[in-house]
């Protein structure tokens, strides 16, 4: 199956549940934003489909088939303001036909009535990607079903799929390395990276908890750190922007006997192309192809730079875990070069995120020396409970005590590890 093939698969299950939510009246199928390839072979799919073909009028603009590959009667340069208002032969329940960005604009009025078939629309029909494509119950469960779902939800919404062609290509991709090479599911997911312009096993999705293979989250973190941390090592730049060659270089001389003579020229070939972010060459395509786990060392000392602030460490963690969950102030508050001692902003910040910070126990490691600063030691409990209350009071004179109470609170204190504490007596 080719990527167009699949792609055509999907937008006519598209069209035929459009079809049976529309029991009455026509429906007006627009094709929009979509490769003149793409257009015809979706055209062609309906009107080879028996069902199908007698239930929509196929109309496309010659422009979109400039090699006549449809039949001269599927052919039509009308409106899509003619297109909506028509009337359908008899019998007829929907058209197909085909539009512009600039033509819909101009006809605003004209989308009311119409239904888009585009990328988005299409990359979102995640569980027809996975029956069309060859995963079907008989080959997945429906356990593994739901991961392969999310996983291709998180490829998309992230953005790692940079079109509906390579998404396409990554959907086939992780289908023949389950059918064809016997793969589970997330070695195959893990194998198919390269159709996204990513290193062969470079996302260790197989490190993904089994009961947390439905989370989307996961699967965010991981797409999201590919696209800031990988994705720019393919064009020979670390996170900043800045070079890496001369990093590659040094580094390919001291690694390059680990490689076989086809994939020192591969590397060869890669160090020495002259490559920008906006073009995607072969020799990017045949290094991502080698396995991520034997090219790693390539890229090594690349991104240890200097210890990031405490501040740009905790953004990037929230980004990577937590996205959108910041505020734009607290967002700025983080940036901002941290004074010596904690501000008020900053200790309310470190209170009202602890919970978060501890999925991360360096990170939170640092915060709690950063805001307790040196704490002091003692050998005996009981010594050091009653001196933290006295410097407790001392800084809070002004607070009047409506009681003599003190309220303890420890962190997943009911996790088994913290029950299973002896206290000796």
Same mark, same amino acid.
């Given at each position: 199956?080719t990527?167009?093939?699949?792609i055509?698969?999907?937008a006519?299950? =598209?069209i !035929?549940g459009?079809?049976?939510?529309?029991?009455?009246?026509?429906?007006?199928?627009?094709?929009l934003? *979509?490769?003149?390839?793409?257009v015809?072979?979706?055209?062609k799919?309906?009107?080879?489909d028996?069902?199908l073909?007698?239930l929509i009028e196929i109309?496309?603009?010659?422009?979109?088939?400039p090699?006549?590959?449809?039949?001269?009667a599927l052919h039509?340069?009308?409106?899509?303001?003619?297109w909506r208002?028509c009337q359908?032969p008899?019998g007829?329940?929907?058209?197909?036909?085909v539009?512009t960005?600039?033509e819909?604009?101009?006809?605003? %009025?004209?989308?009311e009535?119409?239904t888009?078939i585009?990328?988005?629309?299409?990359?979102?029909e995640?569980?027809s990607?996975?029956e069309?494509?060859g995963t079907t119950?008989?080959?997945?469960d429906?356990t593994?079903?739901?991961?392969?779902?999310?996983?291709l939800?998180s490829?998309?919404?992230t953005?790692?799929?940079?079109? @509906?062609?390579? =998404?396409?290509d990554?959907v086939?991709?992780?289908?023949?390395g389950?059918?064809?090479?016997g793969?589970p *599911?997330q070695?195959?997911?893990?194998?198919? *990276?390269?159709?996204?312009r990513l290193?062969?096993?470079?996302? =260790?999705?197989?490190?993904?908890?089994?009961?947390?293979r439905?989370?989307?989250a996961?699967?965010?973190? @991981?797409? $999201? $750190?590919l696209?800031? $941390?990988i994705r720019?090592l393919?064009?020979?730049?670390n996170?900043k922007g800045d070079?890496?060659t001369?990093?590659?270089?040094k580094n390919y001389?001291?690694?390059?006997? !680990?490689?076989n003579?086809?994939e020192?020229?591969? @590397?060869?070939?890669?160090i020495?192309?002259?490559?920008t972010?906006?073009e995607w060459?072969?020799s990017?395509?045949?290094?991502v192809?080698?396995d991520?786990?034997?090219i790693?060392?390539?890229?090594?000392?690349v991104t240890?730079?200097?210890p990031?602030?405490?501040g740009?460490?905790?953004?990037r963690?929230?980004e990577?875990?937590f996205?959108d969950?910041?505020?734009?102030?607290?967002n700025?508050?983080?940036?901002?070069?941290?004074?010596?001692?904690?501000s008020e902003?900053?200790q309310e910040? =470190?209170e009202?995120?602890?919970?978060?910070?501890?999925?991360?126990k360096?990170?939170?490691?640092?915060?709690e020396?950063? @805001?307790? $600063?040196?704490?002091?030691?003692y050998?005996?409990?009981l010594?050091g409970?009653?001196?933290?209350l006295?410097?407790?009071r001392?800084?809070?004179?002004?607070?009047?005590l409506?009681e003599?109470?003190l309220t303890v609170?420890?962190?997943?204190?009911?996790e %088994?590890?913290?029950?299973?504490l002896k206290?000796?007596k």
């Amino acid at each position: 199956m080719t990527r167009n093939e699949l792609i055509s698969a999907v937008a006519l299950t =598209y069209i !035929r549940g459009q079809l049976s939510k529309e029991q009455e009246g026509s429906v007006r199928f627009c094709m929009l934003g *979509l490769e003149e390839s793409l257009v015809t072979a979706i055209a062609k799919a309906v009107y080879d489909d028996n069902e199908l073909s007698d239930l929509i009028e196929i109309k496309i603009s010659s422009v979109f088939d400039p090699d006549s590959q449809l039949p001269a009667a599927l052919h039509s340069d009308e409106s899509i303001t003619h297109w909506r208002h028509c009337q359908l032969p008899k019998g007829k329940r929907g058209v197909l036909f085909v539009t512009t960005q600039e033509e819909l604009q101009r006809n605003d %009025k004209s989308v009311e009535k119409i239904t888009k078939i585009e990328t988005d629309t299409l990359r979102s029909e995640y569980d027809s990607w996975i029956e069309k494509s060859g995963t079907t119950k008989a080959v997945l469960d429906e356990t593994k079903r739901k991961h392969l779902r999310t996983a291709l939800q998180s490829a998309n919404e992230t953005h790692a799929a940079l079109s @509906i062609e390579t =998404y396409a290509d990554f959907v086939l991709s992780i289908s023949e390395g389950i059918l064809s090479q016997g793969l589970p *599911l997330q070695r195959a997911i893990d194998n198919a *990276l390269p159709s996204l312009r990513l290193p062969k096993n470079s996302g =260790y999705f197989d490190r993904i908890p089994q009961t947390k293979r439905e989370k989307l989250a996961e699967w965010n973190k @991981i797409f $999201r $750190r590919l696209h800031t $941390r990988i994705r720019p090592l393919l064009v020979q730049e670390n996170e900043k922007g800045d070079s890496i060659t001369d990093y590659l270089v040094k580094n390919y001389e001291e690694i390059k006997d !680990r490689f076989n003579q086809e994939e020192q020229g591969i @590397i060869q070939d890669f160090i020495s192309a002259d490559l920008t972010p906006d073009e995607w060459v072969e020799s990017q395509n045949r290094l991502v192809n080698l396995d991520w786990l034997s090219i790693s060392d390539l890229f090594d000392g690349v991104t240890r730079t200097q210890p990031q602030p405490l501040g740009e460490q905790t953004k990037r963690f929230f980004e990577d875990e937590f996205d959108d969950l910041l505020e734009q102030e607290e967002n700025d508050l983080l940036t901002a070069t941290f004074p010596k001692n904690p501000s008020e902003d900053l200790q309310e910040f =470190y209170e009202s995120y602890r919970e978060h910070l501890g999925r991360d126990k360096k990170l939170s490691s640092a915060w709690e020396k950063y @805001i307790y $600063r040196n704490p002091q030691t003692y050998n005996d409990f009981l010594i050091g409970l009653v001196d933290a209350l006295h410097k407790l009071r001392e800084k809070n004179k002004d607070v009047d005590l409506s009681e003599p109470k003190l309220t303890v609170c420890i962190p997943k204190g009911r996790e %088994k590890s913290f029950g299973n504490l002896k206290i000796l007596k």
